[in-house]
């Protein structure tokens, strides 16, 4: 044996021309290994596992003809986008095998965009150049980003589009809350086109805090604000008894009068004047207040809308004297408050003040005593009132306004992960950094400045969406694929209409020219759309147009004179200029005309699903009611809407019927005609 | 033929000794040359083909690394994130843990400019060509002379706490010095360090000091260049 | 197979071969000091080499390893250049391409990487070999200068080539490596700016990287690698340490 080893020895690297030869051969082998392996590459397994998934089907030939093997690539250089996804994904594009296959055959749902235009990874992440599925999918040290989980893969859709989609309730959700729960006064955010995202919390100065509550309910509330209103947005600052304490005794300690003039509070009902409180209730309910504030009622369920606080609680917090003066005219206390200056008579804000102060909750300030506040005590609030960046929200006295006071999150979708510190045990991903940091801040460290939010699932998954979408790739992306927000608007209407509408705070819920809210109908355009008088009576005392909405304009017990101003503006100043409101008589129509247009408004069109034009048959729930519309709108305005409404009003729920002249003139002849009387007055 | 020879006939192959070779042919011998020298071998094929052997073996040992064990390859380059710790390409290591000690002139220009011109000029110094053993002359005096060095830079390094080069010099001086007093029944090892030249102990020293600060630079820095262990290295 | 080994060298004797090699195919000494005089790559080399230098233990063969380094770096990296563009950012993404979609593409890169390391410990080997057998004795002294010059390039060659894959590793280890230059005293910024093109890493100092990295310094690596071994012949031979022969 030992001899055979040898002579084998011997024959292959005995002389130094056998052991080439032989080394030769050895290499030879070890070097064919490396084009072999190219035969064990992962996407062909997958491709020839797709042929056999559809071998068998019906539609087998036309996929067959379909696939192309070999490695498969969107190549978009101006995007950088070099995505071979589709090697393997390869039935993105086969509707048929939706639900059939496993991954990576399935088809992809639909989507505005075409599949080709972006690529995969612009919206999925991971690694698109790769073409294993490890690489693909997961981060690596040579990729960051690993593939998004689906739940918030709207936050793909905001590194473009920075106007609201209604593709994207998430994405909308997530971006409204960063501006509505204070985050972004704290951390800015800021689009590519510099433009900062603002809040839309209104944050109360408490410059004047102690004319408006005690020191008891500042004391509970920083404590735990969620425990007064559970839709307060302020977050709880997790402070210890001794710090609230402090905190509250700086708060009165620095809080000056607001106004000089002795305010006459008006007489209020007795509490146990059931009659008087009713009468309080509606007058609270007719003037509309629920538009923007909620209250629990009864049964515990809050009702009314979120523009300005809730006010469940509102006996427990607010002096009667604050109070009166404030619904007489908030301006008085907070000059940029976003309240409208209601024209309340003494006797109705009375009546809303008997109302309001039996909101009461008699636990809320059970267990809070305090004893009068001591000037170390008054120092120690101050110092912390500067730490815990109260001052970031709120305007102070002594406390100047701080700025940047928490980390820049403008690219925090692109954050790299080698500059995160994640806690022990949790996923090494952007989103469940995010959302812990969301979820409870200070468990990454008790000193850490975050407070701590009271949000649902739901609202963390939203809010990591929009914050993912934050990412620095807007900068990079061509102009333009840019959707920019719209240049926000700085428009003040000018003179004594101006003025007016300032004081009614019109903006709080109405947007024109660009500026405003969007609770109301936009009025940009409301010049061209109404006649005088049904405006003038609108605003003296306005009613619901839409059947289905609890919510409408409130009363604001405009003077004659104060309701023909504002009208006269409107009319003149806000018209489109598409058209000429009075291009189209009323009289010019025929009684033929009306009739066609019955005959379409029933029946070809059945606007009647949606409109209610005969109170006693019309079941329309949807759109504003009809019976008034010949007197509220001009014709020139409803030809034109049912032409094409969404050119009128974007986004409007009202169908797109590009019907043609002859319909739309006979359906606006049938709506202008008078109607008869209705049942209810104008006003209520 | 009768007036006396001025020469001598012999035979010889060595070309060096006998530059010119004249064979006599008589009668009674026949033409012998040597045809062979053990002392050599022809460059081809012999030394063609062991070079070629040699190179497949490297090729094959780097073609199996390479099959099982793939380039380093991280993310794009990106100006605005630095890595913790920024590395140098390894045989770079040794210089960038000088710099940890010492300021950016002397760890990085002075000392490597030094090495440089050391080597170079290695072949023209008489004391590395001589090559004779340290202690064979003058010993008492060198000794002398060699602590008084080694003090110096011992301070010298101590200033800068560069333990990592103090450390193996003095041990690399303490072997010298266990080389400089051989009795007459040292052992074989003990008589070899005695008979080291002077280049053969700097030589080594650098080489040890070198490997070893390059060690430390590749395996036990982490963030901030601070000691860590192997494992914690990324 | 025998019948193969026959008309091969038959082969040798036309004069198609004989037009190529001109030292023709005979088995003894002169030939085949032909076939080494009479070749252009094998002329630098000598005809005979003592035994001895061919034993393991001699040089380690380290010197021929260096060069089969070099040789394995210039087809892998000539094969590289073909997938290659020293544009930023496109030269990171040829290296996901390599890895990606070229056949054996990653195996030509860890070829390449891993061969290069090998050379830069391979010289550093040979230094301290020669140093250590005292090789660098006259009459070799300049080859000794010729070898420190050859480290320096490999040095700068394996730090060139650092750079061209644009990743993170590549980047700042070429951003700490230039820091170093910018400390020489008064020079050093401009020397930084000579080297990298710019005042930091960027597109230039990739471009000029690569420059160095695949014409430059390999020619003149070329040429000091011939100059080298002419010089072995030149200086009597590789050194065996038989007194005999010096």
Redesign the interface.
């Known amino acids: 044996m030992r001899e055979r080893i040898r002579s084998a020895y011997h024959t292959l690297f005995g ?3 056998r ?2 030869g032989t ?2 051969v ?2 030879l082998v ?2 064919a ?3 072999a ?2 035969h064990l590459r992962e996407w062909l397994h997958y491709q020839n596992e797709y042929l056999n998934l559809i071998r068998n089907r019906s539609d087998g030939l036309s996929l067959a003809r379909r696939f192309q093997g070999g ?1 498969q690539q969107i190549w978009l250089p101006e995007l ?1 986008v ?1 995505d ?1 996804c589709a090697t393997c994904h390869i039935a993105l594009k086969e509707a048929s095998l939706a639900g059939v296959g496993p991954q990576p055959f399935l088809p992809h749902p639909p989507i505005p965009h075409s599949l080709t235009e972006f690529g995969c990874v612009m919206c999925h992440r991971g ?1 698109g ?4 599925v490890e ?1 693909a999918h997961r981060s690596t ?4 980003q690993p593939i998004l989980p689906a739940r918030y893969i709207e936050s793909s859709c905001g590194e473009c589009h920075e106007r609201p989609l209604t593709g994207t309730p998430q994405l909308g959700a997530g971006r409204a809350m960063l501006a509505r729960y204070g985050c972004v006064h704290c951390h800015k955010l800021t689009s590519p086109e510099s433009r900062t995202v603002a809040g839309t919390d209104d944050p109360p100065p408490l410059k004047h805090i102690a004319a408006k509550t005690t020191r008891e309910w500042i004391f509970a509330w920083i404590k735990n604000p969620q425990a007064y209103a559970a839709t307060a947005t302020m977050p709880n600052f997790q402070l210890s008894d001794d710090d609230a304490r402090d905190i509250s005794a700086f708060l009165i300690g620095q809080s000056t009068p607001y106004t000089t003039e002795a305010i006459k509070v008006p007489p209020v009902p007795a509490t146990d004047d059931a009659a008087a409180l009713q009468q309080g209730s509606s007058t609270y309910g007719e003037s509309f207040c629920a538009s923007c504030h909620a209250m629990q009622n009864a049964a515990g369920l809050l009702v009314g809308g979120d523009l300005g606080p809730e006010l469940t609680r509102i006996g427990s917090k607010v002096r009667p004297e604050w109070l009166a003066e404030w619904i007489r005219d908030p301006k008085t206390y907070d000059p940029d408050t976003r309240m409208p200056h209601f024209r309340f008579e003494a006797k109705d804000i009375g009546l809303i003040m008997g109302f309001l102060e039996s909101k009461t909750d008699s636990d809320f300030l059970a267990n809070v005593h305090l004893s009068a506040a001591t000037p170390s005590q008054i120092t120690h609030g101050k110092q912390l009132v500067v730490e815990r960046g109260c001052a970031v929200c709120h305007d102070i006295n002594g406390v100047a306004h701080q700025e940047n006071f928490a980390p820049d999150l403008t690219a925090v979708g692109s954050l ?1 992960l ?2 995160i510190i994640f806690l022990p045990g949790m996923p090494h991903t952007l989103p469940d950094y995010i959302a812990a940091k969301i979820r409870k801040p200070r468990s990454f460290g008790n000193a850490l400045k975050m407070p701590q939010f009271t949000l649902s699932d739901a609202q963390v998954d939203a809010l990591v969406t929009a914050l993912l979408a934050q990412t620095s790739r807007g900068k990079t992306l061509p102009p333009a694929l840019r959707i920019p927000a719209p240049e926000p608007s700085t428009y003040q209407p000018a003179g004594r209409a101006g003025q007016l509408m300032n004081d009614l705070r019109c903006f709080s819920c109405h947007t024109i020219n660009g500026r405003g809210g969007d609770m109301a109908p936009d009025l940009s355009w409301e010049g061209t759309s109404v006649q005088r008088s049904w405006l003038v009576k609108f605003l003296k005392a306005p009613n619901t147009l839409r059947p289905a909405l609890i919510r409408r304009m409130p009363k604001f017990n405009l003077s004659d004179e104060e309701a023909n101003v504002l009208a006269d503006y409107i009319l003149t100043v806000y018209q489109t200029p598409a058209f000429d409101r009075d291009q189209i008589g009323a009289s010019k129509f025929t009684s033929g005309d009306a009739a066609h247009g019955k005959d379409l408004y029933y029946g070809k069109y059945a606007c009647n699903s949606c409109h209610i034009l005969d109170p006693n048959k019309d079941k329309g729930y949807i759109g504003p009611t009809l019976t008034q519309v010949g007197l509220r709108l001009n014709a020139a305005w409803i030809f034109r809407w049912l032409k094409n409404a969404q050119a009128l009003r974007p986004g409007s729920l009202e169908l797109n019927w590009n019907m043609n002249d002859d319909d739309a003139r006979a359906i606006t002849a049938f709506l202008m005609q008078p109607k008869a009387p209705p049942q209810q007055g104008a006003s209520k | 033929m009768t007036e006396p020879k001025d020469f001598t006939a012999s035979m010889d192959s060595d070309s060096r000794r006998t530059p010119v070779r004249v064979a006599f042919v008589t009668r009674r011998t026949s033409p012998q040359v040597r045809t062979r020298d053990d002392r050599y071998v022809m460059t081809y094929p012999e030394v063609l083909f062991r070079a070629a052997v040699a190179s497949e073996i490297l090729l094959l040992a780097l073609a199996l690394v390479s099959l099982f064990w793939n380039a380093p390859l991280e993310g794009l380059a990106d100006p605005m994130q630095t890595p913790n710790p920024a590395k140098a390409p390894w045989y770079f290591l040794g210089l960038q843990e000088l710099l940890h000690y010492f300021p950016p002139v002397v760890g990085g220009v002075l000392i490597p400019t030094l090495v440089v011109l050391a080597l170079i000029v290695i072949p023209y110094f008489g004391i590395n060509i001589e090559a004779e053993g340290f202690w064979i002359r003058n010993r008492d005096a060198k000794v002398r002379t060699l602590i008084l060095v080694v003090a110096l830079v011992a301070v010298f390094l101590s200033w800068f706490k560069v333990w990592a080069v103090l450390i193996p010099t003095v041990a690399i001086v303490a072997l010298t010095l266990v080389g400089a007093f051989p009795s007459a029944h040292a052992g074989a090892f003990r008589r070899w360090l005695h008979l080291k030249p002077l280049p053969f102990w700097i030589m080594s020293w650098f080489l040890i000091v070198a490997t070893i600060l390059t060690l430390i630079g590749t395996f036990f820095r982490g963030a901030g260049w601070a000691l860590v262990w192997p494992w914690e290295v990324d | 197979m025998a019948n193969l080994v026959e008309e091969f060298a038959e082969f040798r004797k036309s004069r198609v071969w004989r037009s190529v090699f001109r030292a023709g195919s005979g088995q003894s000494n002169l030939h085949r000091s032909l076939a080494v005089q009479q070749n252009v790559f094998l002329h630098l080399a000598a005809v005979k080499v003592r035994r001895r230098a061919l034993e393991f233990g001699v040089t380690w063969y380290l010197g021929t390893l260096s060069l089969a380094c070099f040789l394995i770096l210039t087809v892998t990296g000539i094969l590289l250049m073909l997938y290659y563009h020293p544009s930023v950012p496109q030269a990171y993404a040829d290296m996901k391409d390599l890895q990606f979609v070229v056949s054996a593409g990653v195996f030509l890169r860890n070829l390449h990487r891993w061969s290069a390391h090998a050379m830069v410990l391979l010289v550093f080997a040979h230094l301290f070999k020669v140093f250590y057998r005292g090789a660098y004795r006259p009459p070799r002294e300049f080859n000794w200068v010729i070898g420190v010059i050859l480290l320096m390039i490999t040095l700068f060659l394996s730090y060139t080539g650092y750079l061209l894959p644009w990743d993170q590793l590549a980047f700042w280890a070429i951003t700490v490596g230039s820091n170093i230059l910018a400390a020489v005293p008064l020079l050093g910024a401009k020397i930084r700016f000579l080297i990298l093109g710019g005042h930091t890493v960027n597109a230039n100092a990739l471009l000029r990287f690569y420059v160095l990295h695949c014409v430059i310094l390999p020619l003149i690596a070329a040429l000091f690698v011939a100059v080298h071994f002419w010089r072995i012949r030149k200086d009597g031979g590789l050194y065996t340490g038989e007194k005999s022969d010096d």
Do not use: H, I, M, Y
């Not at chain 1, 040290?141 to 960051?144: D, H, K, Q, S």
């Open positions: 002389a130094s021309a052991a080439f080394l030769s050895v290499l070890v070097l290994v490396v084009p392996r190219d490695v950088g070099v071979r690694q150049a790769a073409t294993t690489e040290l040579a990729w960051e790299p080698s500059k």
